[in-house]
């Protein structure tokens, strides 16, 4: 009996051990959910012992295992989750189910924990239609609703799209959310919710945070191709009648013609300078050049032999101080013209014969249809995972399917957040560490000689680095008020600005050195070469004499200029 009660009072100090230990797994309690919602937790030894099914399909190679998370930044011990295991491979898992969803919410969440991250590949989930064959299950199984985030490069999207088929030709088609939200990256767990109102509301949540919501009724565009087809179409049995396009939309106006001269008056950009008038001594009638009257064929001239004789020409006398031979129109000086009105345009007119842009005749939808409860989905078989990934070991954990918010919060807030929590505190304990860790710049010349591992270079290149941080806070605080600032630090603003000075002068001193030399450079390098300097003792080569042609120079001769009207006589060198 002593034995009994001391084995019950250890069992019951052990389980208060457990229950106060924050690292242990604790399992969610499922009698708190309603019997049609389904929830998976993953509480089973191996996977063969749970009710997954691994599909046999020959394109699927990859593995699965239910198994603890593998990287450093864990949660609790023993949380168990279904892990997607081989990196660059499709992979394909389905857990079967009975659920069904009319005219009430849907609700679907679960977690992710991307334990190698990654960088391209799927980590969504799909509600497969009824009935399924987990064995077969690939990518062409009919689903009802895809749901999660999916990453590829600069693609970030959490997926959300419905299947939803034409009552009429009973065609499926596929409805994605045009703009989703973008996923979480990184290697921690994160939480995808998201709910379905029968009205046509949804909303997404990572995290608990609601991150999309909106109404598909009230805004159709949200999905693509639309929900609901439109109610007016094109007539595919419209033809467009021949010669339709044979006449232009606009044509030249008939009543209206092109004004005469309208070149000469409005077409020019540039006239003829009216107030000029031709000066008195144009002759444009008369040549500059004319025939020598004086000049005679020579008597030894032969026309067979020497061609036909042409009188050389002289300047005509009639043209000293005249213009000759030029047509004053085309010299006549241009000012702007005040009528440009640029090159003459037709005007044109709206064609009376034109029949416009053909388009098909519009008519009714035949196959239109109005789809007013869209989360009214079929009976659904099972919950299932068909993805593929570049990064392996992709985790998935905590899976609710119902009908009521209020659980999917409940599950949250007792699994994933004290999760969540755990996780980040390992991640800080875990987490690489950088190279070089910044290192936060001292604040005093002695806090830089306190450090005594540091070299002569390190230690001048800080101590620059403290003055130069002192430097920019004054110029800050002078910007800010300056008369403040030198009363405050007078001896500051004196030795800056006797810096400042001096700094100034030794720069500018060295760029005039620095000039100074390049121009004495750029001067010697083009500047001729001097003259050989010749020695007395030097022996020069004596150079051959030039020859220097004689020129005959004319004697001047006189000539007699008389004055028509003056008896004067001028005698002049010619």
């Known amino acids: 009996m002593v034995t009994t009660s001391w084995l019950t009072s250890l069992l019951a100090y052990v389980a208060i051990v457990i229950a106060l230990d924050p690292s242990k797994y604790v399992p969610f309690n499922k009698s708190q959910l309603a019997d049609d919602s389904i929830f998976e937790q993953f509480e089973y030894e191996s996977l063969e012992q749970s009710p997954w099914v691994v599909s046999a399909n020959d394109k699927y190679l990859g593995l699965w295992s239910i198994e603890e998370g593998t990287n450093a930044y864990v949660g609790f011990e023993g949380d168990k989750g279904l892990v997607m295991k ?18 009430i919410p849907l609700v679907l969440q679960y977690e992710v924990k991307l334990q190698n991250g990654l960088s391209c590949g799927g980590a969504y989930v799909k509600l497969l239609t009824a009935p399924i064959n987990g064995k077969q299950f690939n990518s062409e199984t009919g689903y009802e609703v895809m749901f999660g985030p999916d990453m590829c490069g600069s693609q970030n999207k959490v997926h959300f799209i419905i299947n939803r088929c034409n009552p009429k030709t009973e065609e499926c088609e596929e409805k994605h959310l045009t703009v989703p939200p973008m996923a979480k990256t990184g290697q921690l767990t994160n939480l995808y919710t998201l709910i379905l109102h ?15 919501y909106a109404n598909i009724l009230d805004r159709p565009h949200l999905l693509s191709p639309p929900l609901n087809p439109p109610v007016i179409i094109e007539d595919p049995e419209d033809i467009k009648p021949e010669g339709w396009d044979a006449e232009p939309e606009f044509i030249e106006d008939p009543t209206v013609t092109k004004p005469d001269n309208y070149e000469q008056l409005y077409g020019s950009r540039f006239i003829p300078d009216p107030d000029v008038v031709k000066p008195k001594n144009w002759l444009e009638d008369e040549p500059e050049y004319i025939e020598d009257p004086e000049s005679t064929k020579p008597q030894l001239w032969n026309d067979d032999e020497d061609g036909e004789y042409v009188k050389p020409v002289i300047p005509n006398p009639k043209c000293e101080g005249m213009v000759c031979g030029k047509k004053w129109e085309n010299h006549v000086p241009v000012v702007p013209n005040p009528d440009y009105k640029g090159p003459w345009i037709h005007p044109k007119i709206a064609n009376p014969k034109f029949n416009g842009e053909w388009r098909p005749r519009q008519i009714l939808n035949p196959d239109y249809y109005e789809d007013v ?3 009214n989905f079929r009976p659904i078989g099972g919950i299932g995972f068909e993805l593929w ?46 190279k070089h860790e910044p290192v936060a710049p001292p604040k005093s010349v002695k806090s830089v000689s306190d450090l005594d591992d540091l070299g002569i270079f390190e230690f001048f290149r800080l101590l620059i680095r403290l003055q130069l941080n002192n430097v920019f806070d004054f110029i800050y605080d002078f910007q800010l008020d300056p008369a403040e600032t030198i009363i405050r630090e007078p001896v500051k603003f004196i030795a800056y600005c006797f810096g400042f000075v001096f700094l100034f002068t030794i720069v500018f001193g060295f ?9 004495q450079a750029v001067s010697s390098l083009f500047s001729p070469a001097p003259p050989p300097v010749i020695k007395p003792n030097d022996e020069v080569e004596e150079e051959t004499p030039v020859e220097i042609e004689e020129i005959q120079v004319e004697e001047p001769k006189l000539v007699e200029i008389f004055d028509d009207d003056d008896t004067t006589k001028e005698v002049r060198h010619r």
Not at 198 to 212: L, S, W
Request: aromatic share 10%; charged share 20%.
């Open 198 to 212: 029968p009205r046509g509301a949804f909303e997404i949540r990572i995290n608990g945070q609601v991150a999309k």
């Open 389 to 434: 990934s570049m990064e392996g070991s992709i985790m998935f954990d905590n899976i609710y399917l119902g009908h009521r918010v209020s659980e999917a919060e409940l599950i949250g807030n007792s699994t994933f957040l004290p999760k969540q929590k755990l996780e980040s505190k390992n991640y800080e304990l875990h987490r690489p560490k950088a």
């Open 511 to 519: 760029g005039s050195v620095v000039m100074f030399l390049f121009t």
């Open 373 to 375: 409860r869209p989360f």
């Open 86 to 103: 081989l990196p660059a491979s499709h992979s394909a898992i389905s857990l079967p189910v009975k659920f069904t969803n009319k005219e």
